[in-house]
């Protein structure tokens, strides 16, 4: 399975940090965001990732190169001006080949167990995946609900999108590659029509959105306070 780190987004809650260095950049531990997704996918066996990048992305592929000193093989998706996520992921597309992808963003940290999820087989007819959590304070209304392993506009539990799915390429056929598109409306169409599943995970998943969670992040995972396994 291939994956692509959605790694275009400005940071504008992240500033200035942001002004000089692109928000996947930033560490956490001592280690930038993406690594950390760099190092979980590679331990996963995952070795195809794709990259966006907008703000600052020449940054980004200096920083990170092809990958082959992780094991892994790194292709970029550069644009001019950020497509969003349905649009970056549109865009991506040739690189991602025509087999169900992974697809995790940039801006957040999780010990979810990728070798996992990549095993999972989307049923006949299903457009995506996604991993939801419990609703954290700073988001108390969540994203989508999810019931008998089905994601639901308004039926069963209301949990938080991680930020992390899988997908068909057939998810994004509608959309032109280059233009701007947000993932949220091609989700909330594909639950009308039944044709996306979801699990529920209760490790540790942090949105990295603000500098607070930036450094309560870099606590956690401080020598002193090492982080949890994958689970």
């Known amino acids: 399975m291939r994956a692509m780190i959605l790694a275009a987004g400005r940071g504008e809650r992240m500033r200035p940090l942001t002004d000089t260095c692109p928000k996947p950049l930033l560490a956490a ?9 760099l190092q979980r996918l590679a331990a996963a066996g995952i070795t195809q990732v794709v990259i966006n990048h907008a703000h600052l992305g020449a940054m980004i592929e200096a920083a990170l190169g092809d990958g082959r000193d992780r094991g892994l093989h790194i292709a970029y998706a550069p644009e001019t001006v950020a497509l969003e996520t349905a649009g970056g992921i549109r865009q991506a597309l040739p690189l991602l080949g025509e087999a169900p992808f992974m697809v995790i963003n940039g801006d957040i940290f999780c010990d979810l167990d990728l070798a996992a999820l990549a095993t ?15 609703n954290p304070p700073h988001h108390p209304t969540g994203d989508f609900h999810l019931h008998d392993g089905r994601a639901h506009l308004a039926d069963g539990e209301r949990l938080t999108f991680s930020g992390i799915g899988l997908y068909h390429p057939d998810m994004f056929a509608s959309l032109t590659a280059g233009q701007r598109a947000p993932l949220g409306p091609l989700l909330r169409q ?6 996306v599943s979801a699990e529920r995970f209760d490790g540790l998943w942090m949105d990295i959105g603000t500098p607070a969670r930036l450094a309560e992040l870099d606590a956690l995972l401080s020598p002193n306070n090492p982080p949890r ?3």
């Open 190 to 195: 594909a639950m009308a029509a039944g044709r």
């Open 29 to 37: 531990g001592g280690t930038p965001l993406i690594v950390h997704h």
């Open 120 to 134: 999972r087989t989307l049923a006949p007819g299903d457009l995506a995946h996604l991993v939801l959590v419990p």
């Open 229 to 231: 396994s994958q689970s």
